[in-house]
């Protein structure tokens, strides 16, 4: 009977040393999760970092280019204006005169 109570005294031990060994491993395994979690996190916020400097380089330099688009555009027009002026300021003044005048 003794030995009975040994064999099962030492089951047992045994079995609570597995448990302990499953319980470390446990702790193991999930501290080693929240590392591959954590490094996931930051290659992530990384590509989105790179990513988003990425589309704002690209947005600045099309800006630019709209902003000069707009530039020659308007100083072709004005100096399409200067010119029509200057061609016909004269026709222009008299004709606003007969125009005042016919009031």
């Keep these: 009977m003794e030995d009975i109570i ?3 005294a030492e089951i ?10 499953v319980s470390e ?5 999930a501290q080693q999760y929240e590392e591959a979690v954590q490094q996931f ?4 916020d ?15 330099i099309q800006m630019k280019q709209e902003l000069e688009n707009q530039r020659n ?9 200067e010119a029509y002026y200057t061609k016909c300021h ?4 008299k004709e606003i005169y007969d ?3 016919r009031m």
């Design 6 to 8: 040994n064999k099962l």
């Design 12 to 21: 047992e031990a045994a079995a609570s040393h597995i448990m302990e060994d």
């Design 25 to 29: 491993q446990k702790k193991q395994l």
């Design 41 to 44: 996190d930051c290659t992530i």
């Design 46 to 60: 990384m590509e989105i970092q790179n990513r988003s400097d990425t589309i704002r380089q690209e947005l600045e």
């Design 73 to 81: 555009e308007a100083e072709e027009v004005l100096t399409r204006l």
């Design 90 to 93: 004269t026709n222009m003044a």
């Design 99 to 101: 125009r005042i005048l």
